[in-house]
């Protein structure tokens, strides 16, 4: 796995392990829910695991078939390829090194899942084009995921556009972004040994506890403090004079503390936790499609029949995130809640600290220091 450097030097992870993330989207769940599964035992233990998991959350994939492998999809091909030119243009501009981290990808097609930028393809793999490699079909063909399928390094596992949330080419671009971020988490060393540290499993090794665990989202006091703190949230994003939003933001901050410590210790861990993995994912998709107001895209690209302009796709989704979680209430939304809490929070420390993310690594599951 790799090491970041540079910012991220002092990061608190220990030794680096093997984790994944996971996004099934268009299951009995609710909406796009992203799962982390940690297993306590070696790779392949661990990634027995991981598949089990991805079966009990996700439809059955189809039973293998013997075919030989088929030919990628032309436009499967050229939306891969535009993510990695994306990424290459975008990454960097976001979280420092970013482009350090490795970004294979399983595209999972009808009959055939499709790797690329693997540094190993597995055996059961073969050749059908520079850089992709082909086998019959395992997962769900609506799977979004990211977990180290094949052992570290994790694997950007996604469905086409049309079998997923995302629909369309340039919304599953983002996507696809949104899961290499999860990539660059990680690939943090020791990010496995800090989750298993953070005690939440409570038994569970099929990191299954990451959904399941038992926050008390129902609880009508607490439902009511959401609800108040996501507004002071909002009021201070929509402020635009600066005097007005230092004393908006100093209302949010004292107000989060408040929250945060009506709740008991392991449910303040896993629901910071929640917001620094998935809100900061959600916040990284957006403020890519911002970043890629300007970007030109091929031309073979522009002329998918489902491709959409980048030039305000990025504050169409700013908008949207924030409308959403206007509505959002902690009892209906649950775990799905942190998605948009936390992509707000990660655009209002965009104002408090424009370099509020040279320390998001150094502090592991948890915003906290940030609203100090
Ligand atoms: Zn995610």
Redesign the pocket.
Known sequence: MPTLRGRQKGATFGKSSPSW?G?VPGTRLPRIL?IMTILLDGPIAFLRGAILTLLVTAPLAAQTPAAAPAQLPADDAIRIREFYRLAAEVQDRIWPLWSATPAPLLLVTSETEFLTHHPAPPPDFKKVAEDFYARPRHFPTNLLATFPAFGPPSVIVIGEPANTDAKTSTPWLFVVL?EHF?QLQNAQPGNFKATEDLGLARGDTSGMWMLNYPFPYGDAALGRAFAHLRDTLLAALREPDAAKFAALAAEYKAERKQFLAQLAPDDRKYLSFQIWQ?GI?RYTQVVAAEAAAGYRPTAEYAALPDASPFATYGQEMRAQTLEALKHVELATAQRVAVYPFGCAEGFLLDRLDPKWKDGYFRHPFTLDPFFE
Request: glycine content about 0%; proline content about 0%; aromatic content about 0%.
């Open positions: 993330i996004c992203c949104h999860h998935e994912a």
